[in-house]
């Protein structure tokens, strides 16, 4: 079970990181100069390979139980924020996501953009894909590493997101426009649902609390997690439909986030993501289980209780007009 969802979930999620990165490299070398954009995309593949190799090796000498920790909150706040993006565009409230649009905006802004000429050729192209790549890839780099760390299968990680990236480039390299036939937005449901189902697990057992039915327990947390969705888009599709009835504004109200540098922003995303109270009470459940994991079998259900009872609380919260 645990080699199948790892499968799974690093092909689905690498796919989906690596059609959002294209989008944009297609955009750079269509809209400014196809070299320059394909050096800026290999430049960072080679940085992320440079990442992977080197980091590797550092999380098994990680304490497992730490390991679990750190992966299992990354991953859940991570699986969250696309388990929160999805459950709102199946119901109406976020616009789907649509690749050929984002790729006509980044169309029309690259071709306004100045630039000059540089040993790279156009530098704007070049360092538009180099960040997209780059940026997207660490995702995939997070979810390929923690993922092979905590079960031992590195190697097997690499190569399904290896595997899933080749497929996209591949793929983009002959169609030469966005991909827009893949079904992301039902690939980012499912991948919400699985890392958010890991990290729920990996994140319990990181505060010293083991899960009695071991492995087993996958399988519950997953339909928890499952049925809250279908609950949650059940319910705010008849509130979207609702407020389109009546003629009031959709929209949601999701807490800001902070403006800060890129590279604190970049950190700021992968620990508390797009919504703070949520990450703030996750914390919180956290530091209550590890106080009185000793005292009742039953905390080990505590997290879970906790992230479902206020995933749910906030969606309906910031879609009440």
């Given at each position: 079970m645990h080699d199948l969802a790892l499968i799974v979930s690093v092909f689905?999620?690498?796919l989906v990181e690596a059609v959002e990165a294209l989008t944009i490299v297609l955009a750079a070398g269509i809209g400014r100069d196809w070299k320059s954009a394909q050096r800026g995309a290999l430049l960072a593949m080679v940085t992320l390979v440079i990442i992977i190799g080197s980091?590797?090796?550092l999380l098994t000498q990680v304490p497992v139980d730490l390991l679990h920790l750190i992966v299992g909150l990354l991953s859940l706040v991570f699986g969250l924020q696309?388990?929160?993006?999805a459950i709102l565009r199946s119901s109406g409230f976020k616009a789907l996501h649509d690749e050929e649009l984002i790729f006509e905006r980044e169309l029309a802004d690259i071709k306004q953009a100045t630039s000059k000429k540089t040993f790279v050729g156009d530098w704007y192209a070049f360092t538009l894909s180099y960040k997209a790549v780059l940026l997207e890839g660490i995702e995939v780099a997070f979810i390929v590493l923690s993922f092979g760390a905590?079960?031992?299968?590195i190697l097997v990680a690499s190569l399904t997101g290896l595997a899933a990236v080749l497929v996209v480039v591949l793929a983009g390299a002959f169609l030469r426009k966005p991909l827009?036939?893949?079904p992301e937005n039902a690939m980012k449901f499912i991948v919400g649902l699985v890392i958010s189902t890991f990290g729920v697990f990996w994140v319990t057992q990181g505060t010293g609390v083991y899960w009695t039915l071991s492995d087993l327990s996958l399988l519950p947390i997953f339909l928890t997690f499952a049925a809250l969705s279908f609950v949650l888009v059940l319910v705010l599709k008849q509130r979207h439909k609702q407020y389109l009835d009546s003629g009031k504004t959709v929209s949601t109200k999701l807490a800001k986030a902070p403006?800060?540098?890129f590279i604190v922003q970049f950190i700021y995303d992968f620990l508390v993501?797009?919504?703070?109270?949520?990450?703030i009470l996750l914390y919180l459940a956290l530091f209550t289980s590890y106080l009185v994991g000793n005292l009742n079998s039953l905390v080990q259900w505590f997290v879970l209780a906790v992230v479902v009872t206020f995933t749910g609380f906030?969606?309906?919260r910031i879609t009440k007009n």
């Open positions: 689905l999620a690498s980091l590797g090796p696309w388990l929160r993006k905590l079960q031992g299968k827009t036939k893949v403006k800060l540098h993501g797009d919504d703070w109270p949520t990450a906030r969606l309906l």
